[in-house]
T-cell receptor
Framework: DQQVKQNSPSLSVQEGRISILNCDYT??????FLWYKKYPAEGPTFLIS?????DKNEDGRFTVFLNKSAKHLSLHIVPSQPGDSAVYFC?????????????FGKGTLLTVNP | DADVTQTPRNRITKTGKRIMLECSQT?????MYWYRQDPGLGLQLIYY???????NKGEISDGYSVSRQAQAKFSLSLESAIPNQTALYFC?????????????FGPGTRLTVL
């Protein structure tokens, strides 16, 4: 049973527009959420995170929103740039004894067209 | 220079062969991890090690073994490779601690088992 779901395998947006990547989770014990970005032939790199005690975290062009009641989070990229084209993975963690264990979604391929 | 390196980057082998994938890090982190990514899927944890004397199974450890030769080195072995072990393999590292700490990923090893 997949505990972290990214239901859109791909997303295409125009340069300068907003990209919104979505993620749903089923395990209510998750209390920390992360987005990783992956370029071809490279490993994933950490992008942004959010604790379950917050509903928004912003870092430059990247903002993550968390809706705990809906068990949903989203990553907003504004404005989108061609260099943002990559696979984005949503991941979740349950703190405490399992704070090392990342549960990943399947990823969403973002393509930003010039 | 890369902080987390993996060798080889690509490997093609035959069913039944023994394969070793190696990971080295210069970050000085205590924790090291091996993940597997299948096409269209997220990363799944194979094994993890919190220090040289501590090795633990992850979600999908069957068919794999690991060795933590030193703080900086963590190798993954497939004793008798099978085709469904064809995947992208990532090593990652992190500092330890009570709260979550960012995991840094290597560039990956693409393994094909014929």
């Amino acid at each position: 049973d997949q505990q972290v779901k990214q239901n859109s395998p791909s997303l295409s947006v125009q340069e300068g527009r907003i990209s919104i990547l979505n993620c749903d989770y089923t395990n209510s014990m998750f209390d920390y959420f992360l987005w990783y970005k992956k370029y071809p032939a490279e490993g994933p790199t950490f992008l942004i995170s959010i604790s379950s005690i917050k509903d928004k975290n912003e870092d430059g062009r990247f903002t993550v929103f968390l809706n705990k009641s809906a068990k949903h989070l989203s990553l907003h990229i504004v404005p989108s740039q061609p260099g943002d084209s990559a696979v984005y993975f949503c991941a979740a963690i349950r703190s405490g004894g399992s704070n090392y264990k990342l549960t990943f979604g399947k990823g969403t391929l973002l393509t930003v067209n010039p | 220079d890369a902080d987390v390196t993996q060798t080889p980057r690509n490997r093609i082998t035959k069913t039944g062969k023994r394969i070793m994938l190696e990971c080295s890090q210069t970050k000085g982190h205590d924790r090291m991890y091996w993940y597997r990514q299948d096409p269209g899927l997220g990363l799944q944890l194979i094994y993890y090690s919190f220090d040289v004397k501590d090795i633990n199974k992850g979600e999908i450890s069957d068919g794999y073994s690991v060795s933590r030769q030193a703080q900086a080195k963590f190798s993954l072995s497939l004793e008798s490779a099978i085709p469904n072990q064809t995947a992208l393999y990532f090593c990652a590292t992190s500092v330890g601690g009570a709260s979550y700490n960012e995991q840094f990923f290597g560039p990956g090893t693409r393994l094909t088992v014929l």
